[in-house]
């Protein structure tokens, strides 16, 4: 693993003992103590997060806006600012090269985060617009932590050497930002995050991340906060139905298959891809929910088949697991469009036994309020 890149919070992670895997190039923790119970922290608490391998870009300038507009497939230029937005970047041909989300911090400023693995062709697409704009990566100069959970402002209002957050955290509403210090570094908070609960992501430059890091599990750790790694990340997000590029997303997966088209403003002039989405053929796999009963869970490049034996396969798994909160296997799938209704009777192959499952509505969980 030497030639993984770190995160600036590596030996905070080391000295909880956390173990690591090769996420996106990066060496990052994919659990502390056990993946179910940091899953279930954050359900009933709040977890901790090292979001640090994120992708990180500002882009500047009276033509920014205008940028956005032409290269992501949401219509960016008619964000208030301090709100953020959920958006996709795509090839020529339609497919999802990157999901994003693009913060407005002023008439001409944006911050665009984008995910590890994809940093370099989100770079090259957006330096496409160099001259039009001011566009800098600003990924190795900066942290991202994030706290997630039903306690997560608690924890971040009570953490030492966060001041002068505007607005307040309890004012802030989901997919907007504010802006304050940490021991007296800026300091930018969003209230998004990934794992369906409310909660916040922090962005600090790196020399104060170790310090932040240690104050949220200073300020959490009576309310229940833990360390959490990528293993609890991803079960938490299925739960939620929250796609992961290279399972649910790819370029060579079009926004409407995987239920993203109410993210796409098709009635844009011009943007990336809008011309093939145009021509789109109706009839290509969608996503779909799927839930069984028992303990045996389908994973990513099981086969779907629409029948107990015979039959040539109709779909395959995405992401799946059985989830720590509902206590049953649950995972998301492309299927043929004829067989998307919910409550569709699929068969999941499981090591050569076909488990029952049905179609069902994404997400599988939702917090309450």
């Not at 990066?26 to 979001?51: C, K, Q």
């Not at 693009?102 to 665009?112: P, S």
């Not at 020399?207 to 229940?224: E, F, I």
């Amino acid at each position: 693993m030497s030639d993984l890149r770190t995160t600036a919070l590596h030996d905070r992670h080391a000295a909880l003992g956390a173990s690591f895997t090769d996420f996106g190039g990066w060496s990052m923790p994919v659990r502390y103590t056990s993946d179910l119970a940091e899953h279930h922290a954050v359900r009933n608490a709040a977890g901790l997060f090292d979001i640090s391998h994120m992708a990180e870009f500002t882009l500047a300038g009276p033509g920014a806006a205008a940028v956005l507009d032409d290269a992501l497939a949401g219509r960016i230029s008619t964000m208030k600012i301090g709100k953020a937005k959920y958006s996709l970047l795509l090839s020529d041909a339609g497919g999802v090269v990157d999901d994003v989300i693009v913060y407005r911090r002023g008439d001409e400023h944006f911050l665009v985060i984008s995910n590890a693995g994809n940093r370099a062709l989100v770079a090259a697409a957006l330096d496409r617009y160099l001259g039009d704009v001011e566009i800098a990566d600003i990924s190795d100069d900066v942290s991202l932590i994030a706290v997630q959970g039903p306690r997560a402002r608690e924890i971040v209002e009570a953490t030492a050497g966060i001041d002068g957050v505007t607005p307040a955290l309890a004012e802030l509403g989901y997919y907007a930002w504010a802006a304050g210090t940490f021991a007296g570094a800026g300091l930018f908070v969003a209230r998004t995050g990934y794992t369906g609960e409310d909660g916040f992501e922090l962005l600090v430059p790196n020399a104060a991340a170790p310090a932040l890091w240690d104050a949220l599990l200073a300020a959490g750790k009576p309310l229940g906060l833990v360390p959490a790694g990528l293993a609890a990340r991803d079960t938490l997000r299925l739960e939620a139905g929250m796609p992961l590029h290279g399972h649910e997303l790819s370029d060579a997966i079009l926004p409407a298959q995987a239920g993203l088209g109410r993210v796409v403003a098709s009635d844009k002039d011009s943007f990336i891809g809008k011309d093939a989405l145009a021509a789109a053929p109706s009839d290509l796999p969608v996503l779909v929910g799927l839930a069984a009963e028992g303990r045996r869970a389908g994973r990513a490049g099981y086969a779907v088949y629409s029948a107990t034996e015979g039959g040539e396969p109709v779909g395959e798994i995405t992401s799946g697991a059985l989830s720590p909160t509902l206590g049953h296997p649950i995972a998301m799938a492309f299927v043929t469009p004829d067989l998307a209704e919910l409550g569709t009777a699929l068969f999941i192959d499981v090591r050569g036994t076909r488990i029952p499952a049905a179609v069902t509505a994404l997400p599988f969980y939702r917090r309450n309020a």
